[in-house]
């Protein structure tokens, strides 16, 4: 291994960034280094931080605003999880606000790392998002399909992969693009995002609540859990950037199910009482939404580079069991 | 017919934009609307205007400036021509002037529109390149193929490309981007572009000079006159946006053709000692460029939508007689 290396979290106060925070302070390593020194950036400050052998240096402020980008890169981290961003229902909501964060944040990062190069080329890891494909799909979207996102955010995020793989080709940086699937079972309360559903009839039942389906249960999606989510970007950090080529994006890889298949595994890990539960309560605007979704993804070029995710959604609802536990 | 509509064109001194601003002055109308006025903006001053039934308003100055896309939407054009941008050598040269003015001036311009929104939704013209696309291809690059551009210039159109296509679904203007393919015969001197042997081998016979061939004269590429690309913008200038759809953006239709084929062409129009100024020699450094370009496109979306190319080389060749007339 060479010297410890520093690693950025931008998004740290987010779900998947405290999540990838303790599995780096748990593991004290990532992409064959030894982390030597932690940084968080989030707009909110990261309330509750894992023990871990390198110090964590929270950093709090707005991530486009004009200084951050230069006051981050000038920790000079090795490895960058980028993760900041406004979420999807925001992004829509406020047009402004989405292209400020999630365009203008992204390349005023980018930027202040070229300005730092020579002499500096981190791996950054990108969070994108499946957002970037826009419907009709063919049963099995391929790896070559091409981006046509039907939201503002999966534009900024189609546009921030674009940016990454210019910088890399150019040699400013070393970046890895990773579409992430529905996480799931995604922790927390029920929100009103038209995907939560899909998390909420396995959540809810397991603490003893009801949940209901809005959708057909022939409704097929691709799921990973929030655990290989950070897999993702904890082995994006370490992969050989000649592997991957210039085309710096990767469709990652989950478990495609049904609603019934879903069902079926909740009642085979925590019995049939649980599933008794859930209820169909069909919701048009909720299914039309979902309707628009791909089922599922080849992903073949991510899983010939090692990335992996569950076996089967079994496996994603103990993962939940285990991680809420 | 409706009212008189205002046109604007930028980049209007380019070679595209000139030939478009004579079109428009012979025809007197586009999009199936008389033509009122037309304002032609480029860094450099229109020199050579055509008569027309309408004024030519010729704007001066840099396209990315701060003040110029507000200036140029106080015009209130019902149809825009966006023809402006650094072209490929120079943006993969100068990184920051090639984000400047493809990038920031494309954005400022929609924004601009944006600002003037609701009440003002024009159809807007941009012109995109197969440069969006990235090797390796299959044998005939099929419309729902992957955008992973390996220049600065094809990431500058991509995110062109993404922008109309959002902007035009929140409904802040209505867009339609066209993928132009190699223009050939292009008129003027031979340059240095890796592309410039393919209207070399061409125009200088014509003119009764030598020219050499760098490649393979296996090697199949996609041409469009200019005058097809004239006719594409003009096409795209009327066409109805609820047939186009959410992908805003259209791979154009071409004539592919191997080297071989494009000097039998030249034989059959113009005969064998016209074809004898032509030599082989092969360049290793152009061809490396040339083999990773793609040679064919299905461009199936667009010849639905009406879009023509010129059925076969020898029409391409008698164009450029025609128009070099």
Chains 1, 2 share one sequence.
């Not at 981006?147 to 940086?173: N, W």
């Not at 710096?248 to 009482?273: D, K, W, Y």
């Not at 309560?281 to 992903?299: H, K, L, Q, Y």
Request: aromatic share 6%; with cysteine; glycine share 10%.
């Amino acid at each position: 291994m060479s010297e410890p290396a520093t690693v950025l979290v931008t998004g740290s106060a987010g779900m998947i960034g405290q999540k990838l925070i303790r599995r780096l302070a748990l593991d004290g390593q990532v992409g064959g280094r030894i982390i030597g020194r932690l940084v968080a950036h989030d707009i909110i400050a990261l309330s509750d931080l894992p023990s871990a052998d390198f110090p964590i240096v929270v950093k709090t402020g707005d991530f486009a605003a004009v200084r951050t980008a230069a006051d981050l890169v000038a920790e000079r981290a090795d490895i960058i999880f980028h993760l900041a961003g406004v979420v999807s229902g925001e992004a829509e909501a406020d047009f402004d606000k989405g292209y400020r964060v999630n365009l203008d944040g992204t390349r005023q990062l980018f930027d202040a790392i070229r300005q730092a190069s020579p002499g500096y080329h981190p791996r950054l890891v990108f969070a994108s998002s499946m957002a970037v494909f826009g419907g009709p799909f063919p049963d099995i979207v391929p790896d070559d399909f091409h981006v046509t996102p039907l939201s503002s955010y999966g534009t900024q995020k189609m546009i921030g992969e674009a940016l990454l793989a210019d910088y890399t080709r150019k040699g400013f940086l070393n970046g890895v693009g990773i579409r992430l699937p529905t996480i799931c079972v995604r922790p927390g309360k029920p929100n009103r995002a038209a995907s939560g559903f899909f998390s909420s009839i396995i959540r809810e039942p397991l603490d003893g609540k009801p949940a209901t389906i809005p959708v057909s249960r022939k409704t097929v999606h691709t799921h990973a859990s929030p655990r290989a989510a950070v897999d993702f970007l904890v082995h994006a950090a370490g992969l050989d950037g000649a592997l991957i080529g210039p085309r710096r994006n990767l469709t990652m890889p989950g478990v495609a199910v049904s609603v019934n298949e879903q069902i079926e595994a909740l009642e085979r890990v925590a019995g049939g009482h649980v599933v008794q539960l859930i209820r169909d309560e069909p919701d048009e605007a909720v299914a039309a939404i979902v309707n628009t979704w791909p089922s599922r993804f080849s992903a073949s070029r991510a899983r010939e580079l090692g990335f992996r995710a569950e076996p089967d959604f079994d496996t994603i609802i103990r993962v939940h069991l285990d991680d809420r536990a």
